[in-house]
């Protein structure tokens, strides 16, 4: 009779260290698992409360509380830097200063809006600038010099105009059209008249933009304006 002998190893014994360490990242994996299950459900909750508050600050009735209709807008098209289709449904206007950063923002999410739906909105810009109360050709410009440099840009390139006004920098010009020059003290005495507070001013059909609104906001409320 042959005898198969089976030859076993005996386990080894497990430290307590390593069970305790197995341990001690299990409860670390779970706790994590925990977390981030929790933070799902609080995202969740805040993307499902955002849409609500869109949903109703774009409401009609909402609008017809906050939109406030400006009668005494007076400034013809042939003062302002206008772009896109002029004869479009949705007249955007906004009033500007020239050293505004927000102002700058507001005037690049419209090019955005612009570019999106060039059929559809047209874009009255005007630039605030420096009465000179004494009739001085040479002061008026000193004060206003950038500010007349892109209406002079405008007059040859509606794109280089854009471009230098939402650049940090730009090439000043040498001279200015006399007439470049009066039609700008025309747009600030007609600026003047409305005593704006705050900078950016923004219109949509002369109803003004209420306080918590945003460009994006546009193409959703601009209707109840038409």
Request: proline share 4%; charged share 20%.
């Amino acid at each position: 009779i042959i005898k198969l002998l089976i030859i076993t190893s005996p386990l080894q014994p497990v430290e307590v260290q390593t069970v305790v360490g197995m341990v001690s990242l299990s409860i670390v994996v779970y706790i994590i698992c925990h977390l981030l299950y929790i933070n799902g459900r609080n995202t969740q909750a805040l993307f499902d409360k955002e849409i609500t508050l869109l949903n109703l600050k774009r409401d009609k009735r909402v609008l017809s509380c906050y939109f406030e209709k400006i009668q005494e807008l007076d400034i013809p098209k042939n003062l302002s830097l206008n772009f896109g289709n002029i004869n479009a449904p949705v007249t955007i206007t906004t009033i500007i200063s020239i050293d505004c950063k927000h102002c700058k923002t507001v005037a690049k999410d419209i090019y955005s809006l612009m570019q999106k739906f060039p059929q559809r909105y047209h874009w009255q810009l005007i630039i605030d600038g420096i009465g000179v109360e004494e009739n001085n050709k040479e002061t008026f410009i000193k004060y206003n010099k950038r500010q007349l440099n892109l209406y002079m840009l405008y007059l040859h390139s509606h794109i280089d105009c854009l471009k230098a006004l939402f650049a940090n920098s730009y090439r000043e010009q040498i001279s200015f059209y006399d007439e470049a020059i009066v039609t700008y003290k025309s747009l600030l005495n007609s600026i003047q008249s409305m005593n704006i507070q705050h900078y950016p001013f923004v219109l949509i059909n002369s109803y003004r933009l209420p306080k918590g609104y945003k460009i994006t906001d546009i193409p959703y409320i601009s209707r109840y304006t038409e």
